[in-house]
């Protein structure tokens, strides 16, 4: 439940990919492969959840998230849904505007 704006969506994805990129650093280091997989079954929640609080922000269901197994074109629609489009201003179904806007000055 609850909603998040771009700004948090994107800022989760870059934190994801430098651990992905520092985990595969590492196993290259050390000479392993478990590391990259570790983390990536580690942030597969949070990474779930993040995206569908985005859904939300669209105000759409979280089932949107599925849209991602259509292949191509699937992938397309979600980055640009979720990763370019901004949410409605105002209160929606899931919730308020997790952006604070000033009201306009009379």
Same mark, same amino acid.
Request: glycine share 10%.
């Given at each position: 439940?609850?909603? @998040?704006?771009?700004?948090? +969506?994107?800022?989760? #994805?870059?934190?994801? &990919?430098?651990? /992905?990129?520092?985990?595969?650093i590492i196993? !290259?280091? @050390? !000479?392993?492969?478990?590391? /990259?997989?570790?983390? /990536? =079954?580690?942030?597969? +929640?949070?990474? $779930?959840? /993040? ?10 269901? %979280?089932?949107?998230? =599925?849209? %991602? @197994?259509?292949?191509?074109? !699937?992938? $397309? ?5 979720? %990763?370019? @489009?901004? %949410? ?5 179904? &899931? !919730? #308020?505007?997790p952006i604070v806007r #000033? #009201?306009?000055?009379?």
């Amino acid at each position: 439940e609850g909603r @998040l704006n771009r700004q948090r +969506y994107w800022a989760f #994805a870059i934190v994801y &990919f430098a651990a /992905v990129i520092v985990a595969a650093i590492i196993d !290259g280091i @050390l !000479g392993t492969s478990f590391i /990259v997989p570790l983390v /990536v =079954l580690v942030a597969i +929640y949070p990474s $779930i959840c /993040v995206t569908i609080k985005r859904w939300h922000d669209r105000d759409k269901s %979280g089932w949107w998230i =599925l849209i %991602g @197994l259509v292949p191509v074109i !699937g992938g $397309i629609w979600s980055f640009v849904e979720c %990763g370019c @489009l901004e %949410g409605p201003q105002g209160t929606n179904r &899931f !919730g #308020a505007d997790p952006i604070v806007r #000033a #009201a306009p000055v009379t």
